[in-house]
């Protein structure tokens, strides 16, 4: 266990030279530790409890970055609470003033740390000034639920949103790569801003949610049926989809990439990435007096392939 007294923090303004303040923790940590053992964590497991809790700040628990402060007895704590204490230590309540903690910060440079999703898989290790950066783009990092009919902070893993969007929201599962809905509404005079997860599709081994939008685009009212991914972009680059709607010798088709859950549904619905359809052109395939808005949506799914010959890609239809 590292004796946290031993780690002199000093000020950003005593003069101190880099080479003066690193030559104070070598006997703790070694300048390139690309050894883990070296800062006490074992090969392929996460950091030591020790290291998290020296470079933990003690207001929002967050890994600390620089520029690190202290008080003027040692206790230390990020920049973005520093603005939200008072310019009072929370620890023993002493005046902050302007310090910061040039040690500690070199502490942080010299360390190589697993990503934080570890857990759920990601192998990566970065040093500590890189790590937040990856973290934030990190392809194991939890997804946010795609349920788009309210907000939902829930996050995880697909299998586990693909269960919570099931019990939890209700939503109709549906096994196969070809969907038939039919949509709707008593007065179609009045479109509000709505949104609708229709279905999860399950094929190729992957999931897929049909959505389904009403809104306003400039002053025409609209409606939107898309689809998204329930992976990362990468992924969804591998299949297309299409979509289809009309009545009475007449039809709209849409054919496209569906799009990552990693975008939001608002997101892809502002961007106009799917089938759209004006009000009286719904209403014109509707039928009858006009009165109700009956809007039915086909479409189907399929992988890419690619021709080992000409490199070109060649639809898979799954049956």
Known sequence: MMDLNTIECASSSDGLEDEEIHSQITHQFSSKPHNNNNIGIPAGLPPATSVH????????????????????????????????????????????????????????????????????????????????????????????????????????????????????????????????????????????????????????????????EAFQLGMAPVYMAFLRFMGDEADARNYSYSLEVGANGRKLTWEGTPRSIRDSHRKVRDSHDGLIIQRNMALFFSGGDRKELKLRVTGKIWKEQQNPDGGVCIPNLCS
Request: aromatic share 12%; hydrophobic share 30%.
């Open 53 to 212: 809790e020296l470079l933990e700040c003690p207001v929002c628990t967050n890994s600390m970055y620089p520029p690190i402060h202290q008080c003027h007895n040692g206790h230390t704590l990020c920049s973005t609470c520093k603005t939200q204490v008072q310019n009072r230590c929370p620890t023993c309540r002493q005046e902050l003033g302007n310090i910061r903690c040039l040690a500690l910060e070199k502490v942080a440079e010299s360390l190589e740390l697993p990503c934080r999703y570890f857990s759920l898989g990601c192998p990566e290790i970065f040093p500590y000034y890189s790590k937040l950066k990856h973290e934030a783009l990190c392809n194991f990092r939890p997804y946010n639920c795609p349920y788009a009919g309210s907000e939902c902070s829930v996050t995880g893993g697909i299998p586990f949103l693909v269960t919570h969007l099931r019990d939890d929201h209700k939503v109709d599962m549906h096994t196969g790569c070809t969907f038939n809905h039919r949509y709707v509404k008593s007065n179609p005079r009045e479109v509000e801003n709505a949104t609708w997860m229709l279905t999860v599709f399950h094929c190729f081994g992957q999931y897929f949610c049909l959505h389904f």
